[in-house]
């Protein structure tokens, strides 16, 4: 016989009241009570909009306009569920007592969505290892992989290679901007000689010279290439949909991106592990030694450094940050969390939607579908 499951939790309104003025952030679908407390710093919207929604139900913000959210965010949801509101579950916490408030139920058509994760019955066990059980979801792996959960994610067997395949975001300044600060110095004085010159390999006749004063023009083409490569990457690879029968292509997938949409506040999977990194790095280099002469594509190498690692900060920022509201980066942490929850095939863009506009995959400007 199956065992029935543990009843729910009650929680009088005078103790959901103790818990908010305790500096918790709670709020409630219909009876359903959530502790938000956790997620408010991460929130799309900032954390002083959740703040101040704490108490109060939620239901009308999920249902429909102008604060839709997407069936992601609402199974995101249903992981901060903690138990039952007693009393009217159409009043609202306040000064310890249950109010009226003018909202409305939840519709009918959510509620199968408003589901409480079973990590026993997910696809996967999540007491091993994950990266060789995604390869046999099959068919099932692009769904699975696009529903975010909000736990850490363990690739590997092996505690060492475990550990190489992580990150602490700190890391990304500390070992790339040294090497892109010697890069600049050392090629701007190379340029400064004044002996060198574009194309003398292929013909001296129509080479160019390069001075010092093309310096600043070739650092930020540098900068200005590793955005159109992040773009590139991200939607092309990061985000292509590996054949169900390939058992490798799905587990090249996760490990490449598909882990940091099922975790996105995993917090060590957030910026690329310096091992893997310094294997991408050392590729575009050589690229571009070959192409180019040594100063040229050196300074063009270094822009394109400092480009990746503002690219890994911000999607940091705009993954654990609360930038103020109307500012950019809060403007890019919404149109982020939506890539995430909503709109995984458009959005591509971290630091800035400059390429989302040149290739037309911006995100649709929806207001019911946003998540804030």
């Not at 199956?2 to 709020?27: D, H, T």
């Not at 569920?81 to 409305?104: H, I, M």
């Amino acid at each position: 016989m199956v065992p029935a499951p543990p009843p729910a939790v009650s929680f009088s309104p005078a103790e959901v009241q103790r818990r908010l003025a305790a500096g918790a952030c709670w709020v409630r679908c219909g009876a359903r009570l959530y502790d938000l407390t956790g997620f408010v710093r991460h929130h799309p919207g900032g954390e002083q909009l959740l703040r101040a929604r704490a108490g109060e139900d939620v239901s009308a913000d999920l249902d429909g306009p102008p604060h839709r959210h997407s069936a992601n965010a609402r199974r995101w949801l249903e992981q901060y569920y903690v138990g039952e509101l007693q009393g009217d579950p159409q009043g609202s916490v306040e000064n310890g007592t249950v109010t009226s408030a003018n909202t409305q139920k939840t519709d009918p058509w959510m509620e199968p969505k408003l589901k409480v994760v079973d990590w026993d019955k997910d696809l996967v066990d999540w007491r091993k290892p994950l990266l060789w059980q995604v390869g046999h979801l099959g068919e099932k792996y692009d769904e699975w992989v696009h529903q975010p959960v909000i736990r850490p994610i363990r690739l590997f067997h092996s505690d060492l290679i475990e550990a190489l395949s992580k990150s602490v975001w700190y890391s990304v300044p500390i070992i790339w901007m040294p090497l892109m600060l010697y890069l600049s110095w050392s090629h701007y004085r190379t340029l400064a000689q004044g002996n060198v010159r574009l194309f003398e390999s292929f013909s001296t006749e129509y080479s160019v010279a390069m001075p010092e004063s093309v310096f600043p023009g070739l650092f930020v083409l540098g900068m200005l290439l590793w955005s159109l490569l992040e773009y590139l990457i991200h939607r092309f690879l990061f985000h292509m949909k590996p054949p169900s029968d390939s058992h490798y292509l799905i587990m090249l997938h996760f490990i490449l991106h598909g882990q940091h949409h099922k975790a996105p506040f995993d917090e060590s999977r957030l910026v690329f592990p310096p091992v893997p990194a310094s294997l991408g790095i050392a590729f575009f280099y050589v690229i571009l030694r070959l192409l180019l002469p040594e100063a040229v594509g050196g300074t063009v190498f270094a822009g394109g450094l400092l480009g990746y690692v503002i690219y890994d900060m911000i999607h940091y920022y705009l993954h654990f940050g609360s930038p103020h509201k109307g500012s950019y980066l809060y403007n890019m942490k919404a149109h982020h969390a939506k890539h995430h929850f909503a709109h995984q095939k458009s959005g591509y863009g971290i630091s800035s939607k400059l390429w989302d506009h040149f290739f037309h995959t911006l995100i649709p400007e929806e207001p019911h579908l946003k998540m804030q």
